[in-house]
């Protein structure tokens, strides 16, 4: 199966060994069996997820177009998805309907691309039908690559840095309305709440992150750890003698300073620990897309990866300040 593209807050790529029998299911995300971690020796058979508000997509195979802009009647319609309607591609740009977080998110773009971050799609506006356009992406979703290389991590955490430093100046529309699904230990700045491998497009030279619906306020910290939990990765049955030095590489491309290294750890199991509390809850209260991810067996990775990045916080912690 050919290796596709991404879309914009829409579509990531299957690892290229995926099948399904009609479909090609994008949007799956790690840590997971369709993903193998090479460091040091070891090998480490990851748990697929599918933690976001806007997937899996599915899109028909043989039937993206790679050949230039399609006009609107040439739209590529996207089926499937636990959130948004119907979402499509229209050439170089993303189509999908605005929500109640639409005004925020864009003002947000809007504010990244005036002050020079590259690492976010352009936010090019509302089409006739009202719905958010956005640039496509072209690339490959960093979930379906090689894991990063510590040079890779350090150079994740200088983006992620970047797109801090530029979201300091952004001041949101009056009474905005955001989608942060987990509550956050601060609310200093706007974050992206989701910088994990299945939202990160390698596009040459540049990396770009997507899927900015669940932006919002939060703090440095509580971001970048998500990021650790899902890019070292840190899963139940993980080595920490291999974990630590790709925490710190992460950490070190960021420039976290003593005090910041001595608060990360506990930040990261919270976070992680936050993402199972979502699940488990929606399983109690019916609440869609969590209850049905919980059903379907997502607490069985994001539990277990809280309980072993809790079991092991002095040795993060020695990791990243050794």
């Not at 020796?41 to 748990?47: N, S, T």
């Not at 390698?202 to 619906?213: H, Q």
Request: glycine share 10%.
């Amino acid at each position: 199966m050919t290796r596709s593209t991404n879309l914009e807050h829409v579509m990531v790529v299957a690892p290229v060994d995926t099948d399904v029998d009609e479909a090609e299911q994008v949007g799956q995300k790690p840590c997971g069996r369709a993903a193998k971690r090479m460091e040091g020796g070891l090998v480490r058979h990851l748990q697929l997820q599918n933690h976001g508000s806007h997937g899996p997509w599915f899109v028909a195979r043989g039937s993206m177009n790679e050949d230039g802009p399609m006009c609107s009647s040439e739209e590529q319609v996207l089926h499937g998805g636990n959130v948004a309607e119907t979402v499509v591609r229209v050439g170089s740009t993303v189509r999908k309907p605005a929500g109640v977080a639409t005004e925020a998110v864009e003002a947000l773009l809007d504010h990244l691309a005036n002050v020079g971050f590259q690492g976010a799609p352009r936010s090019l506006g509302r089409d006739e039908l009202g719905r958010h356009v956005l640039e496509y992406i072209p690339g490959d979703v960093a979930y379906t690559l090689a894991p990063l290389t510590a040079g890779e991590l350090r150079r994740l955490g200088a983006l992620i840095q970047e797109l801090h430093d530029a979201a300091e100046s952004f001041k949101p529309p009056p009474i905005p309305q955001w989608n942060v699904v987990i509550v956050p230990d601060r609310e200093d700045l706007v974050c992206h709440h989701d910088l994990a491998p299945w939202n990160l497009v390698r596009s040459g030279d540049r990396w770009v992150f997507i899927d900015w619906d669940g932006a919002g306020p939060g703090s440095r910290l509580w971001d970048l750890a998500y990021t650790a939990s899902t890019f070292v990765p840190l899963c139940a049955g993980g080595d920490p003698v291999l974990d630590g030095p790709r925490l710190r590489a992460l950490a070190d491309g960021y420039g976290l300073d003593e005090q910041q290294r001595r608060a990360f750890p506990a930040l990261i199991a919270a976070h992680t620990r936050g993402m199972y509390d979502l699940l488990h809850s929606a399983s109690l209260t019916g609440e869609q897309p969590w209850a049905r991810l919980y059903a379907e067996g997502h607490g069985d990775h994001w539990g277990p990866a809280a309980d072993y990045i809790q079991e092991h916080l002095d040795g993060w912690t020695a990791a990243l300040l050794g």
